[in-house]
């Protein structure tokens, strides 16, 4: 038996949504603040357009920068919000229904399948990487991964639950490995 207050596996997934909600929230504040200083100035150079290959201007005016015709940072906002506030109220020890549970792996699922088609945006469409949007991407995988772990921790074997942080620092090195390569010119003139 748990003591009252100690940290099961409900309260580290609380805190899990809690951090990724916030960073996932921040970097999307950020480039919507970004966004509405290139609509107002167009001469203006958004705070992430480091080089050639870094930057995240050109993404944001993009038709993939506004999918559903509005900028896709307004979904961050929005989403990231609910994640966070829903895990500050597990850690401070509320209990959510169990179909909240899976509409936030829903949710998250719908999540992780487009950051993965932004991935493939970035990388093969648009020719750039955005620091905040890959902010984004690696929060929302490691939230995707973990609610799932939690939500369906009974039907996981357990090869999974003892080597779930391999697993994801797998699918972040495949990620990785991608961007390298498609940038590997670029990468190596700056040797």
């Given amino acids: 038996m748990r003591a009252p207050g100690a940290a099961g596996p409900g309260r580290r997934v609380g ?4 951090v990724t909600g916030l960073i996932g929230w921040l970097a999307s504040l950020r480039l919507t603040i970004d966004d509405w200083r290139v609509l107002r100035d167009p001469a203006y150079h958004p705070s992430c357009d480091i080089n ?5 201007g050109t993404a944001m005016a ?6 559903l015709g509005f900028p896709n940072m307004l979904l961050g906002l ?7 506030a829903l895990g500050v109220a597990v850690v401070t020890g509320s209990r959510l229904h169990r179909a909240l549970w ?9 999540g992780v399948v487009f950051v993965h088609w932004l991935i493939w945006q970035s990388l093969y469409s648009l ?5 905040y949007c890959a902010l984004v991407w690696v929060v929302t995988i490691a939230l995707f991964w973990y609610l799932t772990l939690f939500n369906f921790r009974d ?18 090195g495949v990620i990785v490995v991608l961007v390298g390569t498609r940038f590997w010119t670029y990468w190596s003139s700056l040797l």
């Fill in 155 to 172: 039907r996981v074997g357990a090869v999974v639950r003892e080597s779930h942080w391999l697993i994801l620092a797998g699918w972040y």
């Fill in 102 to 110: 899976l509409a936030l792996n829903a949710g998250a699922l719908a």
């Fill in 62 to 67: 993009s038709p993939q920068g506004n999918l």
């Fill in 15 to 18: 805190w899990l949504m809690t």
């Fill in 52 to 56: 050639p290959v870094i930057g995240c």
């Fill in 78 to 84: 929005a989403a990231f919000a609910v994640v966070a």
């Fill in 127 to 131: 020719n750039r990487l955005c620091p």
